[in-house]
């Protein structure tokens, strides 16, 4: 079936350094795409969207870029803080007959050490 | 940014009692909410859409009769979990968007069901 993965469950950075979260998706009919960044025992919270018809967009600290010829979503951070750890997701919007519907990603792991 | 607040934030409860989960938009209506699971080191899978003064939408595989979701209002959605059982101790989230895209949905912190 059509699904939306993460190619590593872990991702472990220095303090400072950039990080690279990706993400591949298989559905091409998809009209946003999201990151989430999640902490422990809490909910997600909106990092950065992009539309399918962009290739990138940047944010405070954080990029997105989109391939679709690859179908590949990544996130990029810059100078990684020990407050970025938690997990990401990357999810896709589709609208659907019953609406708009977010599809969820298997989520990456960060951990920042210092 | 617009807040959705969900209660209770952890709820323990005995094998065959019902819990209610309520999903509330503080400073927006929400007309349509969405309710999902989560297990340890997983992702986030929908279970239902919940709409304002209609009938939910149950994802396939979702026990609608097992996990009834009610829409009373444009701020509150709630999710009762029937008869639970231990297979039921999850993590629940509720989202709510505040445009017509769910690039602006905003989502509660979670309701951590333990049955025992």
């Known amino acids: 079936g059509e699904s939306v993965g993460l190619h590593l469950p872990t991702l472990s950075v220095q303090e400072g350094d950039n990080s690279i979260i990706n993400c591949a998706y298989s559905?091409?009919?998809?009209?946003?795409f999201i990151w989430y960044k999640q902490e422990s025992g809490k909910g997600p919270q909106f990092i950065i969207d992009?539309?399918?018809?962009?290739d990138k967009r940047q944010g405070q600290r954080v990029t997105v870029l989109l391939n679709k010829t690859v179908k590949h979503l990544s996130l990029q951070i810059a100078a990684t803080q020990p407050g970025d750890s938690a997990v990401y997701f990357c999810?896709?919007?589709?609208?659907?007959?019953?609406?708009?519907?977010?599809?969820f990603g298997t989520g990456t792991q960060l951990k920042v050490e210092l | 940014g617009a807040v959705v607040s969900q209660h209770p934030s952890r709820v323990i409860c005995k094998s065959g009692t019902s819990v209610k989960i309520e999903c509330r938009s503080l400073?927006?209506?929400?007309?349509?909410m969405f309710w999902y699971r989560q297990f340890p080191k997983k992702s986030l899978m929908l279970m239902a859409t919940?709409?304002?003064?209609?009938?939910?939408?149950?994802e396939q595989g979702v026990e609608k009769d097992k996990f009834l979701i009610n829409h009373a209002s444009l701020t509150l959605s709630t999710l009762t979990v029937t008869s639970a059982h231990p297979e039921d101790s999850s993590f629940y989230i509720c989202?709510?968007?505040?445009?017509?895209?769910?690039?602006?949905?905003?989502f509660g912190q979670g309701t951590r069901l333990t049955v025992v």
């Open positions: 559905n091409s009919a998809s009209d946003y």
């Open positions: 989202s709510a968007p505040t445009g017509t895209s769910n690039t602006e949905a905003f």
């Open positions: 919940s709409n304002e003064g209609s009938k939910a939408t149950y």
């Open positions: 999810a896709e919007n589709r609208v659907t007959g019953g609406g708009n519907k977010l599809t």
């Open positions: 992009i539309r399918s018809n962009m």
């Open positions: 400073d927006f209506q929400a007309t349509t």
